[in-house]
Structures are given as C-alpha cells and as structure tokens.
C-alpha cells in the first residue's frame, strides 16, 4: 500500500530509459516506469505495462504520469572526474604549449586571480552553470589555492544543484610564479580550514577533497601533511600523474628516493579508494598493479591529452589491470566543458592506438557511454548513490530529446533505441539535453529561484 514508501512518489516518468548495470554497458528499456520519492531517490523502475498495479502499490495516480515525447530517452546524468573551474575563463584559447610551459605561461597567472572572489564568484557561476547544461551532474572540481574562493564554488555548486567534489588546491612549490604558491603551514592549515567550513554548511550533495596540485608543486612534507589529512578524515583525494614525459622525468629528479610516479603518492599516503589521479598516460604496468592495489583511480582527460600533446592513455590496458576509470575534461587544457566532447575523443585517441597497434581494440560507443556514467561514479567512489537507475539511487538524469528543432542531428524511421543513443553521443550536445535532474530535483532548465 502506500504506506510502504516512507517519503512518498514525487515523480513518476514513462517512456524509454538507457543505462550501465553492472553486466551491460548500454541497457536499453523500451517503454518503463520509473518513480521518484521525495528524497529524490529512484523507488521503482519497471515495464511500463505495470504501471496499473504500481500505481495502486506505490499510491499514486496514473493521470500524473509523465509520459517522454517521441525522440524522447532519459539517461543517468553524467560524471566529470576532473576539471579545474578557476580556468574556465580561457577555455578554448591556449593550447600551444605542452604542460610544464602552459601552467607557467597562462595557468599560474590566471589562477592568482581568485583571492577577489568577485571575480570568482561571476567564473564559477558560469562554469556550474555550463556544465549542468552540458549534462554533468557531477563534477570533480580543482578551484585554486584560495580557500574562500573555493568554499564560493561549493556554495554555488550547491545553490545551482549540481553534485560536486570540490578541492582547494595546495602547492607550497612554484618557482616560476612565486606570487602563486603558499607556505607550507599555511597550505595546511588553509587546507584544515576549507574542509572545517564546507562541511559545517552541510550540503548534501557537495563535499571537500584533498587536492596537492601534483608532485611537482608540492614539497614531501606537504604531500605528507596531505596524506595525514586524507587518512584521518577519510576524505577524498585527487591529483595529476604522469601526464607528460617531461613532468615524469622532473618528478623522478625531485623525489630519488621513490620508485616511481605512483610510489611518490603511494609513499605520502595519497593512494588510497578514494582517490583519483588525472591523465596517467605514461605509467607502467607496475603502477597500474600499484593503482589496483590501493584502490585508486584514473581520469582519463582525452581531449586535454591531445591539445596539450600530452600522450594517450592505452584504456584497454588499464581495464586489463582492473582500474577503475573515468571521463573528464580537465579544461582548460581540454577546451571543451561538455563530457560528451570527452566520450568522442576517448573514442578517437582509441582508435589511434589501434592504428599503431591492430591488436588492440578501439572503444565502442557503449563502452565510453558507462564510462561517462556508471564508471566516473565508480572512479569518484559514488557509485552506491549514482551512476545508473537502480533502484534506491539518486535519480540524476537527463532528458534528452533528439528530434529539438534546430538540434544538431536527424533521426529516422528505422531508428531504433540504441542507433539515437548512439547518434547523440557522437553528434548531440546541449540543445538536446532539455532537462536535467539532480537528487530528483530539475536543476536545468534553471528555474530563478533556489
Ligand atoms: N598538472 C598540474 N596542474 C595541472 C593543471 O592545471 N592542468 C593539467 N592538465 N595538468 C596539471
Ligand atoms: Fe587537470
């Protein structure tokens, strides 16, 4: 009856649903149901044919039912592992240099810029912004070294309705900017206090992650501070490794007494199941054991990879090791804020490993599909609350309609569920993505108010 449901059906929508369980990558379900209590988790999802007897059981009413248009599909929301908002502003400019003389040259300087939280408070309301539209409903941000900036995106972050891990990022090395670096103390210490005042707003659904920028902005004794952070308060943990050669080759010289790249965080206690690394493009088959060991994950950032000629990750070979793995953007080295461009150049940079080497196997469209949902909820170790529509999950999802007029791509007769799927992933972007729901909550179109 419908006492059953302790919070009550808020939401009930009819019409075809795609998702990743844990044995399909792309599960199609032609005409289901699925209900929405008023704590925004998923409460039944079932052949709409059932939806008499749901209605009886779950006590509501079948005039309520919201029925999908034709062109019409939901699917779960998706998951950006990394990407840094304080360098929104110069997106899709500055990708002529490799790592290393990039952040000195454009990023360093901008991100100096976030101690005047005006201006931070007008980028980080347009990137939240942004990526929403985009259909990320949850973000693994990187915001710069200033702690009340930061607690600014979370407060946005949470106002805007987005899910977001959140980092105030720590480097007490910078010897090319030095106006842009801290102290080691003070790193702590401001570390301490970000994470004290973001979970005293006690926001659901925004949380703090311990963020030294990479090993080659952070002395050992910070990223050992780091590690005792994370260790004692169980947080999250993200960073760069092995993104670029040449960084590979300085971390080697700035740490002689570790084995690897990987041995540097292992070694500083930030190797943990929590934690999540971006790019890993050259680590060797002992790191990727080290990863899988330690529970930690990658950030597969392809598009960044590509602009700041960076490397490519060998995907097939990180699944051969069992990591857990995700999409992100990592903008601004990737130019785009849109995971779907992520999901096209994962599927592109597969392909060019397969050109040098036939026996590996490019990505499919189902395969980069879950990694943009389920497995960047599994990378950020989300996965018991989002990622698919289980039962008992958060209903963060995307209505996507293909046929928008103006949209930017046809369908036909003869399509069937799985080809529109495939169509938007390779040719969709916003115009397609008409709402977007987080915790059951429609945060786009943005309704004002809130
Ligand atoms: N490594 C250290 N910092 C950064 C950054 O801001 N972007 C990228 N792509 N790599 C980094
Ligand atoms: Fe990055």
Redesign the pocket.
Known sequence: GRHDTAAGIARVYRGSFVHSTRDAALEILNDFVLGVDKSGKITFIEEGKNVDRLAQEQGFNTADVENLGPGEFFMPGMVDTHI?AS?YTYMGTALDLP?LQW?NTY?FPVESRYRDLKFARDVYTKVVKRTLRNGTTTACY?ATIHTDASLLLGQIADDLGQRALVGKVCMDINPMVPQYKELLDESKDETLRFIRELLQKKYPRVKPVVTP??A??CSSSLLDALGEIARSSGLHIQS?IS?NKE?VELVKQLFPDCLSYTDVYLKHGLLTDKTVM??GCHLTDEELKIFHKNGASISH?PS?NIS?M?GILNVRNVQKHKVKLGLGT?VA?GYSASILDAVRRAIDTSKVLTIEHPQLRPLTFEEVFWLATLGGSEALSLDDRIGNFEVGKDFDALRVNVSVPGGPLDVFPEDVLKVIVEKFLNLGDDRNIVEVYVAGRKVVPFSGKE
Do not use: I, K
């Open positions: 840094h360098q790592l952040l990023t990187f920028r990479f080659v902005s760069h993104e960084e971006a790019h950032c960044s700041l960076s990592d080295g």
